[in-house]
């Protein structure tokens, strides 16, 4: 049983098999593979279906005759572009027909029995999908080991360099809004920066010098040393050092379309822009991170009599990291010359300097107790007290324990020893785990100084992160029951597990009300209980030892499900307040009796033929057109109710091949292609490209029998 707020209360150590002695070894792998932009579920409007959606919403009419032949002049005017021919498929343009992607190590080794020596080399291109977008990858990985004595000395020093490249197109969604009607060039050939709804034109964007990138480097070293001080004692101890720097930088053009006019010079009619201050950004922000980690453990193992076997482990461990940030955005390029930061005019409007650093330490101490008798029963121990500086002052120790047992039956003497038989284990264990899994000071109300508010001799600071004092560790108490079968030398396996948690002050980020300021803060909302099972069986079909053949299956399945127990009376009095306080998305509700992973929305009887409004039921049985989130019930969950993996594996010689897929059954998820994009369209939204749903099946006239409500209904509706 491993338990603890680290899950550390003991050490595996692995050592890999060593080369021959006094030889050199050297291995190469290379690994390639292709990728291919899938865009055949996207539903999307052609030019001829969209303006008449445009048309049914209303988009080209107005009570004002005036207004009304204006739009009418452009709806001809786009209709004439589409009679051209003009029925451009946006979102083939930034991709790639083919992305091909390969990684690359190379391994040298070699030593003897004292010293051991590694060094591997790693390169990985990634190409991405989207045109001009891929990551590079650089490893360099050295190892060193030396034997003195009763002493071993392991070093590990790594460097890792990364480069991610964004795409000059910009993101994928935005091609989903663009509309199919709308040109990408003019009549002399040249890419139109601004569309005809004054949209930019990311195809413009994508020609003009810019960059979008992220470079990390990351440095890892690692000493440890491993003592066999003698008469079953052994003493060990690791440090830790990581240091990582990012550099993150955009720059945009002072031409890109969002800087252009749609008027351009009536003298030389040559295009206008804005003014040059405001023309161009570059986007630059450094970050770097200290890491350092360091454990001793003291371990004591004693067999007594052949039969009794004895072990002891006690230690402790120090983590500290130091996280620091900085960034600006400047603006004011006078050309794509000159993107150097130095040439720049002012810092972006409504911007300044920014800078955040973070301090998190944490101390633990723990011990373990094991005991096996005659290799047929085993119990085992742990005890935990961790200390972390992310909790509140009076919340910052926590105790964790856990015990275990087991019983191997296969060991027994009246199996006889049969053939069969490999292994029957049944196990057991009980215990506490804790985390801490939030920012460093979401414990603390965080303030920043604002220059912006200097009053005579003092600097005024802005509430930016509202904190939570009473913030305590999360404690889960689990119960696990399991079996472990093995049949034949691992013909058949099967493995069996239950387990059920019970969680304590559970960590949740919960969501405000907008009117607050801020959108969510952690929370101790109150205690949770989860049980579940897993089942995993693998079989080895073929097994030739002589001619190297192996096939073997695996199939694996699991369920979980969670309960709230209890709420604490603050988030009660907030699920009060989140009803009285309804708004267009509502905030969630957590109620005691119900699953965390709960979907609720108010069930929906359909469209009314007569009016195109969408029914609503309530709670009471009645009908209504209002929809209200006090008469939301729970209509599915975002956990399937059984999930696994199947898969299978064949090896010959030094040749593999094996494939796996994951599957998942019962489970609901929120269609967001048909929340946006047919039933809540709002008439901001109208202009842009929608799903083909919203214009063949929302309701048009009365009598129709209509999946979705009116398509000149803009209003917007929650989940239903």
């Known amino acids: ?55 049914l919403a209303g988009l080209y009419s107005h009570s004002n005759v005036q207004l009304g032949d204006e739009l009418m002049d452009r709806y001809n005017e786009i209709l004439a572009l589409i009679q051209s021919g003009i029925d451009t498929d946006w979102i083939a343009k930034p991709v790639k027909n083919v992305g091909f992607s390969h990684k690359h190590s ?10 051991r020596y590694g060094l591997t080399l790693t390169y990985q291109n990634k190409d991405g999908v989207m045109k001009g977008s891929g990551r590079d990858n650089l490893g360099i990985d050295v190892q060193l080991q030396y034997r003195y004595k009763t002493l071993k000395f392991m070093n590990d020093l790594s460097f890792n360099r990364v480069t991610t490249s964004n795409s000059p197109y910009g993101d994928f969604s935005i091609y989903g809004r663009l509309n199919p009607y709308e040109r990408v060039r003019d009549d002399k050939g040249e890419l139109i920066p601004l569309l005809l709804n004054g949209d930019s034109n990311p195809l413009y964007d994508a020609e003009l010098p810019g960059r979008d990138f992220t470079k990390t480097q990351e440095f890892n070293e690692q000493l440890s040393v491993d003592w066999i001080m003698g008469d079953g004692f052994r003493l060990r101890g690791q440090l830790s050092v990581s240091k990582s720097n990012s550099e993150t930088e955009k720059y945009t053009s002072p031409f890109a379309s969002q800087y252009v006019l749609e008027q351009r010079n009536p003298e030389t009619g040559t295009q206008e822009y804005v003014p040059i201050e405001k023309r161009g950004e570059l986007s630059l922000s450094t970050g770097n991170v200290i890491s350092v980690a360091s454990n001793v453990t003291l371990n004591y193992n004693k067999l007594v009599a052949e039969k009794h076997l004895f072990y002891l482990g006690l230690g402790m461990e120090v983590n500290t990291s130091n996280n620091r940030s900085n960034g600006y955005r400047l603006t004011g390029f006078p050309d794509d010359r000159y993107s150097d930061p130095s040439f720049a005019i002012q810092y972006k409007e409504d911007t300044r300097a920014s800078s955040s650093e973070s301090v998190t330490r944490a101390i633990g101490f723990f011990g373990n107790l094991n005991y096996i008798y ?73 303030y920043q100084y604002s220059s912006d508010n200097i009053y005579l001799n003092g600097v005024g600071a802005d509430i930016i992160a509202l904190g939570n004092e009473d913030l305590k560790w999360q404690r889960k108490f689990t119960v696990n029951l399991g079996c472990d079968l093995d049949f034949w030398e691992g013909r058949f396996s099967l493995t069996g597990e239950y387990f059920r948690e019970y969680t ?36 080895q079909m073929l097994r030739d030892t002589e001619r190297e053949l192996y096939w073997s299956l695996a199939f694996g399945t699991s369920d979980s499900k969670n309960k709230i127990k209890k709420i604490t009376d603050k988030l009660g009095a907030m699920n009060d307040e989140n009803n009285k306080n309804e708004t267009k998305k509502p905030v969630p509700l957590y109620e005691e009796g119900e699953s965390l992973d709960a979907l609720k929305a108010v069930p929906s009887l359909g469209i009314d033929p007569a009016t195109g409004r969408e029914v609503f039921l309530k709670k009471d049985g009645t009908q209504t057109f209002l929809y209200s989130a006090s008469d939301e019930v729970i209509v599915g969950s975002s956990v399937p109710d059984v999930e696994g993996i199947v898969g299978m594996s064949f090896y010959y010689k030094k040749l593999s091949a094996s494939f796996s897929f994951r599957y998942s059954l019962g489970k609901e998820t929120m269609a967001s292609a048909l929340y946006d994009k047919v039933e809540n369209i709002t008439q901001d939204n109208i202009g842009r490209n929608q799903d083909k749903r919203a214009l063949y099946d929302r309701w048009k006239k009365p009598g ?17």
């Open 1 to 55: 049983a491993i338990y603890g707020s680290r899950a550390a209360n003991g050490v595996v150590v692995i050592e890999t098999k060593a080369p021959q002695m006094g030889k050199l070894r050297v291995s190469y792998n290379f690994s390639g593979d292709f990728e291919i932009a899938d865009l055949s579920d996207y539903n999307l409007m052609n030019a001829e279906e969209k303006l008449e959606y445009e048309r």
């Open 106 to 115: 190379l391994l040298v080794e070699g030593g003897d029995d004292k010293l």
């Open 374 to 446: 005659d290799n047929r029963f085993f119990v085992d121990g742990s005890l935990r007290y961790d200390g972390s500086s992310q909790f509140g002052a009076d919340n910052k120790y926590a105790s964790f324990w856990s015990l275990g047992g087991g019983w191997n039956i296969h060991n027994e003497k009246f199996w006889g020893n049969p053939e069969w038989l490999t292994q029957a284990k049944i196990r057991s264990s009980v215990g506490y785990t804790g985390n801490v899994t939030f920012s460093p000071y979401q414990a603390q109300t965080t």
């Open 504 to 539: 304590k002050d559970v960590l949740m980020d919960i969501s405000l009300p907008p009117s607050l300021g801020f959108i969510d803060y952690k929370e101790n909302f109150g205690e949770m209980e989860n049980k579940g099972w897993s089942l995993n069986l693998r079989t």
């Open 704 to 720: 129709d029998k209509a999946k979705f409500k009116a398509i000149d209904d803009y209003s917007s509706t929650p989940m239903s």
